[in-house]
C-alpha cells in the first residue's frame, strides 16, 4: 500500500485550511465494483485530551475479513497529536500518528472504516475523505452522531436509513444498524459511494451498534494508549 504522507504536517490553522483546499478536488464517489473481501477499522485515543498539539495519541488499525470479521492483523502507533484541536481539522491531530501505524500492515485492506466523518464536514473533506487520498483507498466514516445537516429519523428496524442533506445535497446517511438502536452516521471518504459505504456499515456490525471495525479499533488504541498513561500518570480520555 503507497501511502502518500507529506513530508511536514502543517502546525497552524492557515496552512491546514490550504491543505484541505488542495486535496478536497481529488476526493471522487464510485461504487467499489466488487465485494470486499477485507474491511480495516481506524480509531484513536487520547491521553488527557486537553486540545494540545502535544497530547499523547495512540492510533489503531485493526483489519478484518469482510465475510467471518475474524481479525487478520492489527497495528499500533504512539506518539504527540503535533496540531490542536481546531473544529473541522480533526484529521491533522490523528493522521499522523495513524499513517505510522498504517505503514506496518502486511495487508492492503479493500475498506477503509474511520472512526469519524468523510462528505459529511464543513468544508466536504473530513478525516476520511482525508485518508482516502493520502492511501488511495477506499475510505468511508462511520461517526456516533451527525456533525451538520438536516435529516428524518429513520424507521427501527435494523437497515433502515435516511439521508442528511447540507447546503443543498445529500452528505452522509443515518443508519439503524440495531433495530430500536440509536442510529450511527455514514458518510463517503474515497474511492466509495453512499450506498456501497451504507452496505459495508451494515455488514461490519451484525450484532452491536458500532461495527466490529470500530469496536476492536478502539480497544486496541486504547490498550497501547496504556503505556502512555502508567508511564506519565495522565488518564486516556
Not at 89 to 103: N, S, Y
Not at 157 to 186: F, I, L, N, Y
Not at 213 to 221: F, G
Request: net charge negative; hydrophobic share 45%.
Amino acid at each position: 500500500m503507497e501511502i502518500r504522507a507529506p513530508q511536514a504536517w502543517p502546525t497552524t490553522e492557515a496552512a491546514a485550511l490550504a491543505v484541505q483546499a488542495e486535496l478536497r478536488p481529488q476526493v471522487r464517489a464510485v461504487p467499489l465494483g466488487s465485494r470486499p473481501r477485507t474491511l480495516a477499522g481506524l480509531d484513536v485515543a487520547y491521553a488527557g485530551a486537553h486540545g494540545s498539539a502535544d497530547d499523547e495519541v495512540a492510533a489503531a488499525v485493526v483489519v478484518l475479513d469482510a465475510e467471518t470479521l475474524e481479525p487478520i492483523e492489527q497495528a499500533t502507533a504512539v506518539g504527540k497529536a503535533g496540531f490542536p484541536y481546531i473544529p473541522g481539522l480533526f484529521a491533522f491531530r490523528e493522521l499522523p500518528v495513524l499513517l505510522r501505524a498504517l505503514e506496518q500492515l502486511t495487508v492492503t485492506p479493500d475498506v477503509f472504516l474511520c472512526d469519524g466523518q468523510g462528505l459529511a464536514h464543513p468544508r466536504r473533506f473530513g478525516l476520511a475523505c482525508h485518508l482516502g487520498v493520502l492511501t488511495g483507498r477506499p475510505t468511508l466514516g462511520v461517526a456516533k452522531t451527525p456533525l451538520l445537516g438536516e435529516w428524518s429519523e429513520p424507521d427501527a428496524e435494523r437497515g433502515s436509513t435516511a439521508d442528511v442533506t447540507d447546503g443543498g445535497g445529500v452528505v452522509a446517511r443515518v443508519v439503524r444498524t440495531q433495530t430500536g438502536v440509536k442510529p450511527v452516521t455514514v458518510s463517503i471518504g474515497h474511492l466509495i459511494d453512499l450506498d456501497d459505504a451504507t452496505d459495508v456499515v451494515l455488514r461490519a456490525a451484525p450484532r452491536y451498534r458500532l461495527p466490529e471495525t470500530t469496536r476492536l479499533a478502539d480497544r486496541l488504541c486504547r490498550d497501547a494508549l496504556q503505556g502512555v498513561a502508567d508511564a506519565t500518570g495522565v488518564k486516556s480520555a
